[in-house]
């Protein structure tokens, strides 16, 4: 069996270390805003190439704080894509806030600045662009726009640590960046965390005042907050894994490479496009292929762990049927959930299993020609 990643190697690899690191938190009897949340921050914070960093209980409530420390609410209108993990959209109507949907590039599968000035209304507030399977969003049309109608930017880089634009880490773009810890990003503890990077003093002390109760001095309640902090055991894991990231980064995108040459000529398969300036840190390694899901269940069956990542998109999801949107609304993203396929792709996997992967590819694309 080929997963679509391994988390047991990985941790095996460093099962000393972490074990250590927990142990020490256990004996130390400090678990909620201890040292190691506090070290983290810096640490990330520097990885990112930001001021502040702000850990919280999940990349979810990363999102949700964030759009709360700008006071987004009711009235309010945030512009996004369709295209992503529900948590993206979420958050916005748990605000109160209205979601508005913009299309995808159809090579990147991210926000395409192209209808952005269409979307932005009076009442719009901010944009959350997503830097989808860890390549970062082409962010100076986006950063331009949101000066010129003065819009905030909350990136969401849940999937994207260490992804870089011209240069600079995401979440070092906009005015917050949100990323998430759970176990399959590329930096994941062992169950659920997040973060929210910062250039800003004002936004990372309300981002510290509402991740714990909108307190302060404790019992005392400036605001109301909710309970969403990032715990010191996971903390501690994190820190020991940080130092592997950019190795573990650079690896997956050797596996992309090696994918791309296995794949070239390969002409029902789409493979992944790299914006030019942008290090892609391969979070997902996504092909386009059609008959997609006869293809993934065929590679499925022969214990090939091909995910779809996402196979409806949220415009058409029943929990934002009230948003009113219908087929072909977003035609490049409806399409796209038609066709997209992740292979595995994770720093452990070897060249081997990779020659595995694309062979029971290029089988379950003949034998769905066959029966198409
Ligand atoms: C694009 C995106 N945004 C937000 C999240 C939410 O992160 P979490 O699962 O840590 O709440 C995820 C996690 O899968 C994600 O992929």
Redesign the pocket.
């Known amino acids: 069996m080929i997963p679509i990643l391994d988390l047991k190697e990985q941790y095996k690899s460093m099962q000393k270390d972490i074990n250590k690191a927990v142990l020490d938190v256990m004996q130390s009897g400090s678990y909620i805003l201890g040292k190691n949340l506090s070290t983290l921050e810096s640490e990330i914070a520097s990885y990112c190439e930001s001021e502040h960093a702000v850990g919280v209980a999940?990349?979810?409530d990363a999102?949700h704080l964030a759009l709360r420390a700008l006071d987004i609410g009711p009235g309010d209108e945030v512009i996004t894509v369709s295209f992503?993990?529900v948590?993206?959209v979420e958050v916005i109507a748990l605000t109160g806030a209205t979601p508005v949907f913009i299309e995808v590039d159809e090579n990147t599968f991210n926000l395409a600045y192209r209808d952005l000035e269409k979307k932005i209304t009076p009442k719009t507030k901010a944009i959350i662009p997503?830097h989808?399977y860890g390549q970062a969003v082409d962010m100076s049309p986006i950063l331009k726009a949101a000066k010129k109608y003065d819009l905030y930017v909350v990136e969401?880089c849940?999937?994207a640590i260490g992804s870089t634009y011209k240069g600079k880490k995401v979440g070092s773009l906009g005015d917050m960046g949100c990323f998430?810890f759970?176990p399959t990003k590329n930096l994941g503890c062992f169950g659920?965390g997040?973060m929210i990077t910062t250039n800003s003093n004002y936004l990372a002390d309300k981002l510290k005042v509402l991740r714990n109760h909108g307190s302060q001095t404790r019992y005392y309640h400036d605001e109301i907050g909710l309970n969403s902090r990032l715990d010191e055991i996971q903390a501690a894991i994190l820190r020991v894994k940080l130092p592997y990231l950019d190795g573990w980064n650079k690896k997956r995108r050797e596996v992309a490479n090696y994918y791309n040459q296995l794949l070239q000529d390969v002409e029902e398969v789409k493979i992944p496009y790299e914006l030019d300036d942008t290090y892609c840190i391969y979070n997902q390694y996504t092909v386009q292929v059609p008959n997609r899901d006869k293809i993934n269940h065929d590679m499925r069956e022969k214990n090939i762990m091909s995910m779809i990542y996402y196979p409806v998109p949220l415009h058409l999801q029943k929990a934002y049927s009230y948003l009113g949107y219908k087929e072909g609304d977003l035609p490049i993203t409806e399409a796209l959930s038609n066709v997209v396929l992740s292979l595995p792709n994770f720093p452990e996997i070897t060249q081997k299993q990779q020659e595995t992967v694309v062979e029971t590819l290029k089988n379950a694309i003949i034998k769905t020609k066959a029966t198409v």
Do not use: C
């Open positions: 999940s990349g979810t999102l992503t993990f948590a993206t997503v989808l969401d849940a999937q998430s759970f659920d997040g």
